[in-house]
């Protein structure tokens, strides 16, 4: 079992930045690939970032990349989201993932843990 806790959210204006935090209570967590995703009200989860075990090979959707930073630190068993030039369109719940899926997919039903959600709302 994985427990996923996410922090870092908040109110931000358009074009800023946060960084988002997620930490799991495991002793494996090298052995997962971890993944960010959002769901804004009244739409579906959606695939945001995902990073390999090792932290290479990370994945963004194409309305973030260029904009944000996906990272890990398997030392000690977090994984960031830096986001920059926020847009009102990201306006969501961010929810931290964890795969143990051999290679990275974009399909939240290939996720096996999940954290809360962490709030993420950018003011016009």
């Known amino acids: 079992q994985v427990q996923l806790v996410e922090s870092g959210g908040g109110l931000v204006q358009v074009g800023g930045s946060l960084r988002l935090t997620c930490a799991a209570s495991?002793?494996?967590?090298?052995?997962?690939?971890m993944g960010w995703f959002r769901q804004a009200p009244g739409k579906e989860r959606e695939f945001v970032a995902a990073?390999?075990?090792?932290?290479?090979?990370?994945t963004y959707a194409d309305s973030v990349q260029g904009r944000f930073t996906i990272s890990r630190d398997n030392a000690k068993n977090t994984v960031h989201l830096q986001m920059n030039s926020l847009k009102p369109e990201d306006t969501a719940v961010f929810y931290c993932?964890?795969?143990?899926?051999?290679?990275?997919?974009?399909?939240?039903?290939?996720?096996?843990?999940w954290g809360q959600g962490t709030q993420v709302t950018v003011s016009s």
């Open positions: 993932a964890a795969s143990t899926s051999m290679v990275i997919r974009s399909t939240p039903q290939l996720f096996n843990y």
């Open positions: 990073i390999s075990r090792l932290g290479g090979s990370p």
């Open positions: 495991t002793r494996t967590f090298s052995s997962y690939i």
